[in-house]
C-alpha cells in the first residue's frame, strides 16, 4: 500500500505542478526542469517516513514471519529495494509529467487520473499476491493476466519481493517497463519544457 501511495503522489504532485507554482512562472523565470525537481523532492522526502515504516514493521515481524516461512528480511535484500525505489517515483512521475500540460487545457485529465487511480489500486498486486497454484484456474488466469499487462504491477512485485525475500522476478520484463517509464518521461519533459511558456499563464 506504502509504495502505492507512492507511485500515486508522484502522478498527483507532478500533473498539478504548473497550476501550484502559477505565481511563480508569472513572477520569476524558472526553468520547467525546477519545477520536476520541486516533486521528486517532495516525493523523496515524504518517501522517507514511508520506507521507515516499512523497515520497522519488516524488523518487528522478522522473527513470526521467517518461522511461518512466509518471508526473510535481509539487509542486502533491503539496500537492494532502497536503490531499485526511485523506479516507482519515475513511473508516477512519467505519466504526471506527460500529462500535465494537457491538464491546464482540459481540467478533466486530473479528474480521472485522480479516479483512474482508485481502481488501478485493485487492479495491482498491492492487496494480494500472484497466485503460483489455486483452487480457482479461473481466477489464476485472471490475476495473471491483469499482472501481465500492467507495468506497475511488475515494479511492486519486485520491490516488495526484494524487501522481503530480497530476490527479484523476471527481470527482463521489469527492465523493459522502467526503460518504458523513461522514454515516457523524456517525452514528457520535452513536451512539457515546451509547453509552459504557453500555458503558464493558462494556469
Known sequence: VLLYETFSESILLSLNVIQRSKNILTHLKVPPEAL???VVFRVLF???FRIAIMLIFS???YSTAAEAGQSSFSPLGFLGFLLFFPAMILAGLSIGVFLAPFNIIYSDVGRFVKVTLIPLRY???VFYAIPTHSDSPVLQTV???IHDFNPIAYLL???RSLATWGTMTDVPATGICVGLFFILFLIGWLIFHLAIPVLADRA
Open 157 to 159: 512485485v519486485n520491490l
Open 36 to 38: 520536476i525537481l520541486s
Open 46 to 48: 515524504n518517501s522517507i
Open 59 to 61: 524488523l518487528v515481524l
Open 143 to 145: 490475476l495473471n493476466l
Open 123 to 125: 487492479a495491482t498486486p
